[in-house]
């Protein structure tokens, strides 16, 4: 007799579900550092263009030439603030997506720890079954050779 743990199934899509959220994380976790790359790239931009800036106004600059500087700075300031704002936006989806893993491995973990628990119990089972047989064996054939005793005293 064959004994299957009943939540298998449910241990298969808690699984499923595990992977999944990993995945995803990775995904997360890859579109962060793509960000934040980004973000590094902008504000080393930005500082390199400020350093032209700052060295072209000390050798002197028309009045057209010093707003389109700061004209431009301003925008790739707003992209700065742009970005690290996306940046922070993909930082609480990498946390959530954390946490989201870390539930559904708690789920496998604790169905497992019950599938582990239930083949323990089908093991007793069959161990006391099988102790249960050795004994009724050994005590029929004690009994059978106390009856071929007794038959030959006779």
């Known amino acids: 007799m064959s004994h299957s743990f009943p939540l298998k199934p449910l241990l298969d899509l808690t699984q499923t579900r595990m992977d999944d959220a990993a995945r995803r994380l990775g995904q997360l976790i890859a579109s962060e550092q793509e960000g934040t790359r980004k973000l590094e790239l902008l504000q080393n931009y930005r500082a390199e263009y400020e350093t032209r800036f700052h060295d072209a106004a000390r050798n002197g600059l028309s009045p057209e030439a010093w707003r389109n500087y700061a004209s ?36 496998v973990k604790a169905f497992d720890t019950l599938q582990k628990r239930f083949d323990a119990g089908v093991a007793r089972n069959a161990a006391k079954q099988e102790q249960r047989a050795s004994d009724e064996y050994a005590a029929k054939r004690y009994r059978d050779r106390e009856d071929t005793d007794d038959a030959g005293a006779a």
């Open 72 to 107: 431009f700075l301003g925008r790739i300031d707003e992209a700065v603030a742009i970005q690290a704002a996306a940046v922070e936006r993909s930082r609480h989806l990498t946390v959530a997506g954390q946490e989201a893993w870390t539930e559904q491995r708690n789920k």
